[in-house]
Every structure is written in structure tokens, then in C-alpha cells.
């Protein structure tokens, strides 16, 4: 058994939980990294990055470690990675928009541009993916159907999570009919709604 | 009006090139032009070029827009199809992302929006 897995075995062993790493994918703007600080602050009081209505914001993997939930008695121990946005396209022209001058907004692209390699390394190497989508956006898209069919095909566990549903023309069932393979939870990240029964699919579906 | 150039690749095109495929391709289309694959890329081969397309993009090419139809990898099936000659279902549609304003897909469909320059 490699050191490693020895260690991690160790841990669980003596801490007589499972521990995964949790990996939190989706388009960039999808709402990952305020998900992320949901869980982060819920279950260990401290937030996992900064978010920004800027998309790509978050260009390199983001960690939070041992966060343990407790849900109905089924502890689950994580390390939470807050991944940057998977697009298939970066222009920097698209950032001058919100206000960064050129050289800031080439240079955020840049950053992008690695941070989507890193993040497409890191498909095979998570035990388990929440994957974000925006409900208020058609869900059948390329980048959401080529991240579940790279994690289909390493058989690794995947939740669907139908973010901000609290927009007025979200539409969260179309993301339950584009895949319905998947168990899908409605959230608000930004208002904190139906993360109990997000920790409740966690917990249950992850143990 | 710029001219749209669109490039259909047959599968015997594609399989000459099994050793360097990603860059084919990507060549083809940092050259301005749609590629549109007899022999659809299966979600691995999307993945990865992706990967490599972050590595070209600059100012001038600013990444791709890609769509599959079907195609999907159906494991022992898919490779007995193959060892028989035969091709999967399905095709793959890839362009860069400043000739194609927008590309939607519904299970059955892709919608192709060009803009010539």
C-alpha cells in the first residue's frame, strides 16, 4: 500500500470517518466558490475564497481541509476543492466590461487559461464532484456534458446542484430532465436556502 | 463579408491522424475554419482538447465552441464496433470561438450561429 493511502487509511481508522475529496465543478459564474464558502463556513466556520460577479475569479484550486459534516448520525469528513470554472473559451476583452483595463483583464485570462487545465487535471483525482450549474441557464451544455461524461467514466459519485433559484427565471427541473441520471438539489447560495437537504444528499450519498 | 470556411473530416481522415489528433485539429481550427467530424470525439478527447486549446489562447484566438451529438462511449460495444471497422454514432461540431457567436444543442440538434468578418 503506497504512504499515502497508508496515512489516509490511518486518519480514518482513528477518526472512524470517511474522508473524500470533494470537488466542486461547473462553468465559470455558476455560484462554485459561494457554495463552497456555504458549506465552509456551516461546517468550520471559515469561508474558501473570494467571489466576484467578475467571471474567473477563482483560477486556481481552492482548499478547504477536514471539513466534517454530521447529518442524521452519517459523518463524512472532506477536503473541499473549490475549482475554477471549466469554459472552452477566454476572451479578455469580455472582462473590460466590468471595469479592469487591458492589461488587467489580459492578465486574468491568462490566469483563466491555466486555471481550466488545472481544474481538468484534477477531474480524475477527486473521490467525489458537486457539479454547479446556474438554473437560470439552459444546463445542456457542452462543458456540463463533457465534466459528467469525464466523471461517468472514472465511475466518480456526482450531485448536481441547481443553483440560485431564487432568480425570478431560474428553471431547475430542466436540469433534472437534461440529466436525469443524477440526483439534482434546488439551492440558493447566495441565500442560504435548501442546504440542509444539500448535506442530507452529501451525507447519504457520499458516506 | 469574410467567407466561412467549414471542413468535414472523414473518419479514415481522422483515424491517419490517430497520433496527433488534438493538434490536427486544432490547427485546423486556429486556421479559422469549423470542423465538423464524421467519428465524434468521446468525452476524454473533449476534455483534453480543451486542455490543449487553453495553451494557444491569446488575443487573437480566443478558444473554441464545441458540440457532440450521440457518440457516447457505451464501453465493450463501442470497442467491438471499432475492432469491426466500424464507427459510433453521432458527430462532432468545433469552431473558434470568434467565427461562431453561439452554439446550442439540444439532444438532437446542434444550432450553429457564424458571424463572418
Known amino acids: 500500500m503506497p504512504i499515502g493511502k497508508f496515512l489516509a487509511w490511518l486518519q480514518t481508522f482513528f477518526n472512524g470517518r470517511k474522508q473524500i475529496a470533494l470537488g466542486l465543478y461547473g462553468s465559470p459564474n455558476a455560484g462554485k466558490t459561494t457554495v463552497a464558502n456555504r458549506i465552509a463556513i456551516d461546517w468550520v466556520g471559515e469561508p ?17 481541509e477536514r471539513v466534517s459534516m454530521n447529518v442524521n448520525g452519517r459523518k463524512l469528513t472532506m477536503n473541499l476543492l473549490d475549482m475554477p470554472g471549466i469554459a472552452t473559451k477566454v476572451d479578455y476583452r469580455d472582462f ?8 488587467e483583464s489580459q492578465q486574468r485570462a ?49 450531485i448536481l446542484v441547481a443553483n440560485k433559484i431564487d432568480l425570478s427565471n431560474s428553471k431547475p427541473h430542466l436540469i433534472k430532465e437534461a440529466f436525469p441520471q443524477y440526483p439534482v438539489v434546488e439551492i440558493s447560495a447566495l441565500k442560504g436556502t435548501n442546504f440542509d437537504r444539500l448535506y442530507e444528499v452529501i451525507t447519504q450519498k457520499l458516506h | ?31 479559422n475554419k469549423i470542423v465538423v467530424l464524421e467519428d465524434p470525439l468521446n468525452s476524454n478527447e473533449e476534455k483534453e482538447l480543451i486542455k490543449e486549446t487553453m495553451k494557444y489562447v491569446d488575443s487573437k484566438f480566443t478558444g473554441i465552441e464545441i458540440s457532440t451529438l450521440g457518440g457516447e462511449d457505451n464501453g465493450r460495444g463501442s470497442v467491438l464496433i471499432g475492432m469491426l471497422g466500424g464507427k459510433r454514432a453521432g458527430l462532432t461540431v468545433i469552431g473558434p470561438s470568434r467565427l461562431i457567436r453561439q452554439m446550442k444543442k439540444d439532444p438532437n440538434a446542434i444550432h450553429l450561429f457564424a458571424r463572418s468578418r
Open chain 1, 48 to 64: 474558501v475564497g473570494k467571489v466576484s460577479e467578475i467571471p474567473h475569479e477563482t483560477r486556481v484550486v481552492q482548499k478547504k
Open chain 1, 110 to 158: 491568462k490566469e483563466a487559461t491555466k486555471g481550466i487545465i488545472e481544474a481538468i487535471k484534477w477531474l480524475e483525482n477527486v473521490d467525489a464532484a458537486l457539479v454547479i450549474m446556474d438554473a437560470s441557464e439552459d444546463p445542456y451544455t457542452q462543458v456540463n456534458i463533457t465534466i459528467l461524461g469525464n466523471l461517468e467514466a472514472k465511475k466518480i459519485p456526482v
Open chain 2, 1 to 31: 463579408m469574410a467567407d466561412i470556411c467549414i471542413e468535414f473530416i472523414s473518419t479514415k481522415t481522422l483515424a491517419r491522424h490517430s497520433g496527433d489528433k488534438l493538434d490536427y485539429l486544432l490547427g485546423n481550427i486556429r486556421d
Open chain 1, 96 to 103: 473590460l466590461k466590468y471595469g479592469l483595463n487591458t492589461k
